[in-house]
T-cell receptor, first 109, second 115 residues
Framework: QKEVEQDPGPLSVPEGAIVSLNCTYS??????FMWYRQYSRKGPELLMY????GNKEDGRFTAQVDKSSKYISLFIRDSQPSDSATYLC?????????FGTGTRLKVLA | GAGVSQSPRYKVAKRGQDVALRCDPI?????LFWYQQALGQGPEFLTY????????KSGLPSDRFFAERPEGSVSTLKIQRTQQEDSAVYLC?????????????FGPGTRLLVL
């Protein structure tokens, strides 16, 4: 079993939809949780960074962490075609990032 | 300022050849990481440097993989006697000071194809 599990998708939604992306993790030592976005043939870029449980909002993006259920979520409001990418969730308790498989998202114009 | 850069961006090697992949981290960043990303998968940790010291190489798949950062800036990942299973994207990341809560900034990756 992988330490971070993520549905690979693909997930297709119409423009303007609310997107929900989710991960589960198994390592109780994880304290830091991140979402990276990766466009095709590019490196991952940080979207959201959360320490421990709670919510964090940045523009159209909201990250949620529930440590009691070991569940990580990313919500994208008013999705745009430019949001089409692979979204990687990450857990970490040290310098070592543990990535999920990534979920491919396609936002249709 | 400039981000993390990697070269070459694409590399085709014949099975058995040696390859060297270069990473230029963000200037002044103390920590440097290498990850391997297979097709359709998330990146997997390979190794970690703090300045010139390689503090963790637990993710290197075999003794054919070797990484160095001799002057604490540029790093090279070398793969000897490449095999088809080495085909992947190799990502380099850096962070400012090596603290646990720091963000890692990723380069564009080197896409390696072993024929």
């Amino acid at each position: 079993q992988k330490e971070v599990e993520q549905d690979p998708g693909p997930l297709s939604v119409p423009e303007g939809a609310i997107v929900s992306l989710n991960c589960t993790y198994s390592n109780s030592a994880f304290q830091y949780f991140m979402w990276y976005r990766q466009y095709s043939r590019k490196g991952p870029e940080l979207l959201m960074y959360t320490y421990s449980s709670g919510n964090k909002e940045d523009g159209r993006f909201t990250a949620q962490v529930d440590k009691s259920s070991k569940y990580i979520s990313l919500f994208i409001r008013d999705s745009q075609p430019s949001d089409s990418a692979t979204y990687l969730c990450v857990g970490s308790g040290t310098y070592k990032y543990i990535f999920g498989t990534g979920t491919r998202l396609k936002v249709l114009a | 300022g400039a981000g993390v850069s990697q070269s070459p961006r694409y590399k085709v090697a014949k099975r058995g050849q040696d390859v060297a992949l270069r990473c230029d981290p963000i200037s002044g960043h103390v920590s440097l990481f290498w990850y391997q990303q297979a097709l359709g998968q998330g990146p997997e940790f390979l190794t970690y440097f703090q300045n010139e010291a390689q503090l963790d190489k637990s993710g290197l798949p075999s003794d054919r993989f070797f990484a160095e950062r001799p002057e604490g800036s540029v790093s090279t990942l070398k793969i000897q006697r490449t095999q088809q299973e080495d085909s992947a994207v190799y990502l380099c990341a850096s962070s400012p000071a090596g603290n646990l809560q720091e963000t890692q900034y990723f380069g564009p990756g080197t896409r390696l194809l072993v024929l």
